[in-house]
């Protein structure tokens, strides 16, 4: 098995220009790409429309989500109309709610009535799909981001929550349930399994996916060799 036989589309994640590029040419499993306002502060993103239009004009023909960063509704709505407007690979990331924990479920519904493609992100609950998948009804191609990684950070497994919320969206084939904030490369594999549609990968998961299928004696013994190879490099000795 390799990363080009999955039924799961990978979509990079991250916030360099550079990676993001290198990825686009390298990698061409990789289906489309997400970035976030986190991810663009660590990567040291100063001005976020230039940045997104760089990106858009070196990746012009896949999938791009860029994400709102207002905590009001009616600001959130003028942002995403704007991103919208960068280009028809833009999918436009609205939080599930805001802040003080309000559901974005009535402006996604507007969006999607005016044929805003989004991407409905950070949603942890089957309610949350519920309500989300519904306010997405009859509008465009649209993605929702469960943050499996997270759900699993909590010490709950995320896979029966993804089963359910892949059964919730199955009626309306223009939503994309989305694996989003994977913890391992396995990750991968399970979403493959399940059916999931569509799985975020850092870049660091991505260079992983060549170890798919690799002889677990060989790469035991390529471990030993590392652990050799370390201790000589940091001279380290025993003095018996």
Same mark, same amino acid.
């Given at each position: ?113 005016? $044929? ?8 942890? @609950?089957?309610?949350?799909? %519920?309500?989300? +998948?519904? /306010? ?76 798919? $299928? ?8 390529? @471990?030993?060799?590392?652990? %050799?190879?370390? +201790?000589? /490099? ?7």
């Amino acid at each position: 098995m390799d990363a080009t036989s999955l039924n799961v589309k990978i979509f990079a994640d991250g916030a360099s220009l550079e990676e993001m590029i290198q990825t686009y040419k390298k990698y061409l499993f990789v289906r489309g790409f997400t970035t976030n306002p986190t991810l663009m502060r660590k990567a040291g993103v100063t001005d976020y429309e230039a940045f997104a239009h760089q990106v858009i004009t070196a990746i012009p023909d896949r999938p791009i989500s860029f994400e709102v960063f207002s905590d009001d509704f009616y600001e959130m709505e003028r942002q995403a109309n704007h991103i919208s407007s960068w280009g028809a690979n833009v999918y436009v990331k609205i939080p599930v709610s805001n802040t003080i924990g309000e559901s974005s479920a009535p402006l996604v519904a507007r969006l999607a009535r005016t $044929g805003v493609k989004q991407n409905v992100t950070a949603l942890m @609950t089957t309610d949350q799909v %519920r309500e989300i +998948a519904d /306010a997405l009804a009859g509008g465009p191609s649209s993605f929702i981001s469960v943050f499996a990684g997270r759900i699993a950070d909590s010490g709950r497994d995320p896979l029966p929550i993804m089963r359910a919320s892949l059964a919730i969206v199955a009626s309306q084939p223009q939503i994309e349930l989305i694996w989003a904030s994977p913890r391992e490369v396995f990750n991968i594999i399970q979403a493959h399994e399940i059916g999931c549609h569509i799985i975020t990968v850092t870049n660091d998961l991505i260079t992983k996916t060549k170890l798919f $299928g690799r002889d677990l004696m060989e790469f035991s013994v390529d @471990t030993v060799k590392m652990f %050799r190879g370390d +201790a000589i /490099a940091a001279g380290f000795q025993l003095y018996i």
